[in-house]
């Protein structure tokens, strides 16, 4: 009876970009749950924002009711994460500030800054607007 060779998988799909050329395609975000489901960068696991904030920048509003856990790295600059108990200054490369699900928290870049934010989960239909709804 003959063998029959194994299947080799499927190629893993692979995708090779630039965080500052794709960033601001998704407002910043490279990779989630609202990536297309056939790209690579799709995730029901886990968000991750390249966010470049000029100096002034700052979130419209405080998130409240967050119902994910994050961390947040400097890349570059002077970033102010605003927490409900505490005031976080990142302005060494490398420093960060996780937080938990349930805390609520807001930003204001005090020089241009580029940041790393790592979400989890990644939670579809989740946005919150800005005054001006966008």
Do not use: C
């Amino acid at each position: 009876m003959p063998v029959t060779p194994p299947v080799p998988p499927a190629p893993a799909a692979v995708h090779v970009g630039n965080a500052g050329v794709d960033a601001p395609l998704d407002h910043g975000w490279i990779l989630g749950h609202f990536k297309d489901s056939a790209d690579p960068r799709h995730s029901e696991d886990v968000e991750i924002k390249w966010g470049v904030h000029p100096r002034g920048d700052r979130r419209a509003r405080w998130v409240r009711g967050e119902e994910r856990t994050a961390l947040l790295v400097l890349i570059s600059g002077r970033f102010r994460v605003e927490l409900p108990d505490r005031t976080v200054l990142l302005d060494r490369q490398g420093d960060y500030v996780v937080w938990g699900r349930g805390t609520d928290h807001s930003w204001y870049a005090q020089e241009e800054s580029v940041v790393l934010t790592v979400r989890w989960p990644s939670v579809p239909g989740y946005a919150v607007r800005d005054p001006a709804g966008r």
